[in-house]
């Protein structure tokens, strides 16, 4: 299967998790408003995310699946078998060691990630109680990356994909069970958190079953310390400790945002989701259908396939990214009313959510950079470099944080995190010579530029058209939404033909999109 099948796979059910993500914020949003309850929830619920960021994703399969893909290969299902229930056994024993500490000093880890919330205060207690229950989702989460890594060694990625979405379906739905209850603000909030637990759970559950019907059989035992646990642990711990650095920079975003008034948390989450649409189904999905092919191409030393398909995956993805950019940017204020202006998220939240958006947006294409080069420093066993990259962007996001957000406010707490991306981003690609030795084709260089160019026009025709159409007293409104599927298919004609023109008038072959050539 090509990188662009799977990350085409792997991006469809991405994105569908990311609507199923979307519509549990608008139920949030409408149900709960931008308040004390939603910024206590998100911020529990963020920690969890931030641990499983660091053990379970990016650090442990960029260890684990290198390593489990050579054994399968080399040794068979049997050995590959055995070092998957030692690699369950040790990684279960480690996160029930941490998140029993982690759920003893809860409080201080909410003093250290949320700075702004008054110890004293409903609001810290509140953030405690509901970390408390929502922070061994950590444990199921990381068993059910370990069992997707396992299917996606198989090429098997779209059930993976698929499930993510189990989290913000079961909360959501949860969380209307309690609005047609009538139950107040404070036990729907605590009833959102336990479901978000069990919705981790169920995850796992499906994750663990699925591999079984493969043959595959977790085993747990004591005797887990073997050499190739040794080899991936030992490898786990620079991408653990880079992605820790990367995560510092959403926990010191979160710890300054709690400063800002309350509600802004909410705010700025929502903006962050609109953001992770394009973000999720580009960058991530690319990244996850690259690790495993890159891993055999390296190993086997096939640098020109790598390059090769490495190039069509960007190509391909900075297509969808350019037009992405173009409408969260040019449209920020549209996307955001009629993504959440209902019920109690009013227009002051939209122009708060709106600002934000534009920040983020600005760093999406180093995002997506950053995703596809990572995983070509994991594929060759290198976890080491990426954090060194990843403190250097840290220290930068402090710099811009002390500096931009004191006049900018929620726009210049996005833009920071932006700009850590880029330095990030630009770091990975210069250094990355030794790992992958690209033959970078010069067609490539020339259908970006293309794709900028094409991008920069829509991006002036949208906000021209826009600004016809679109006016903020109409986010109340119902018009909304034929408005904004007005200028979205405005825009989808504009950038897809002034791409396709531009290619004619400067002699390309390939320029008709629909057709596999142009993604060569």
Same mark, same amino acid.
Request: proline share 3%.
């Given at each position: 299967m090509s990188v662009v099948k799977s990350a085409f796979t792997v991006g469809a059910f991405t994105l569908f998790s990311r609507f199923m993500g979307y519509a549990r914020e608008c139920i949030v949003a409408a149900v709960m408003g931008a308040g004390m309850y939603t910024d206590c929830?998100?911020?529990?619920?963020?920690?969890?995310?931030?641990?499983r960021r660091i053990f379970a994703e990016g650090a442990f399969n960029a260890s684990f699946l290198p390593r489990f893909s050579n054994v399968l290969h080399k040794d068979g299902k049997d050995s590959a078998n055995k070092v998957l229930s030692d690699v369950f056994s040790c990684l279960l024993i480690i996160l029930a060691i941490f998140v029993t500490m982690v759920l003893i000093f809860f409080p201080s880890v909410v003093q250290v990630a949320a700075k702004g919330f008054d110890v004293l205060s409903e609001k810290f207690g509140l953030t405690?109680?509901?970390?408390r229950i929502c922070f061994p989702y950590l444990i199921f989460i990381s068993l059910s990356s370990m069992c997707s890594g396992v299917l996606n060694t198989m090429n098997k990625f779209a059930l993976p994909a698929a499930l993510h979405c189990l989290p913000s379906v079961i909360v959501?739905?949860?969380?209307?069970?309690?609005?047609?209850?009538?139950?107040?603000?404070?036990?729907?909030?605590?009833?959102?958190?336990?479901?978000?637990? *069990?919705?981790?759970? +169920?995850? /796992?559950? %499906? @994750?663990?079953?699925t591999i079984t !019907?493969?043959?595959?059989?977790?085993?747990?035992?004591?005797?887990?310390?073997?050499p190739h646990v040794k080899d991936i642990m030992k490898n786990m711990i620079?991408?653990?400790?880079?992605?820790?650095?990367?995560?510092?920079?959403?926990?010191?975003?979160?710890?300054?945002c709690s400063y800002l008034p309350t509600g802004s948390i909410t705010c700025i989450n929502l903006a962050d989701r609109l953001n992770q649409f394009p973000l999720?189904? *580009?960058?991530?999905? +690319?990244? /996850?259908? %690259? @690790?495993?092919?890159?891993?055999? !191409?390296?190993?086997?030393?096939?640098?020109?396939?790598?390059?090769?398909?490495m190039q069509k995956g960007l190509l391909f993805a900075y297509f969808l990214t350019f037009f992405a950019t173009t409408m969260l940017i040019s449209c920020n204020d549209l996307l955001v009313a009629v993504a959440f202006q209902r019920g109690l998220f009013g227009p002051e939240e939209v122009q708060i959510t709106a600002s934000a958006l534009i920040g983020f947006a600005l760093g999406l294409?180093?995002?997506?950079?950053?995703?596809?080069?990572?995983?070509?420093?994991?594929?060759?066993?290198?976890?080491?470099?990426?954090?060194?990259?990843?403190a250097i962007s840290v220290i930068i996001n402090l710099i811009c944080l002390i500096i931009l957000v004191p006049f900018f406010k929620y726009f210049g707490l996005s833009l920071c995190t932006s700009v850590s991306a880029m330095v990030n981003a630009f770091l990975l690609v210069c250094?990355?010579?030794?790992?992958?030795?690209?033959?970078?084709?010069?067609?490539?260089f020339f259908k970006i530029g293309v794709q900028i160019l094409a991008a920069t026009i829509t991006f002036f025709a949208l906000r021209g058209f826009s600004a016809l159409l679109w006016t903020p007293d109409l986010g109340a409104s119902m018009q909304k939404w034929p408005i904004f599927i007005a200028v979205f298919s405005f825009g989808c004609a504009v950038y897809l033909s002034s791409l396709m023109f531009l290619l004619l008038v400067t002699g390309q072959k390939n320029w008709k999109l629909w057709k596999k050539e142009a993604w060569v």
């Open positions: 929830f998100m911020v529990a619920a963020k920690l969890a995310n931030i641990f405690v109680r509901l970390g959501g739905i949860s969380l209307i069970v309690c609005y047609f209850l009538g139950l107040d603000k404070n036990i729907s909030v605590h009833i959102m958190a336990v479901f978000f637990l *069990l919705a981790g759970i +169920l995850h /796992t559950s %499906l @994750l663990v079953y !019907c493969y043959k595959f059989r977790l085993k747990f035992n004591f005797h887990c310390w073997t620079p991408g653990i400790i880079g992605a820790g650095v990367w995560q510092l920079n959403m926990l010191v975003d979160t710890s300054i999720a189904t *580009l960058g991530i999905a +690319l990244s /996850t259908a %690259l @690790l495993p092919l890159m891993s055999n !191409c390296l190993s086997m030393k096939d640098y020109k396939r790598a390059s090769e398909e294409p180093f995002y997506v950079l950053a995703k596809v080069y990572a995983a070509v420093y994991f594929a060759a066993r290198d976890t080491k470099t990426p954090v060194i990259f990843a250094f990355s010579g030794k790992k992958l030795r690209v033959n970078w084709a010069e067609s490539f």
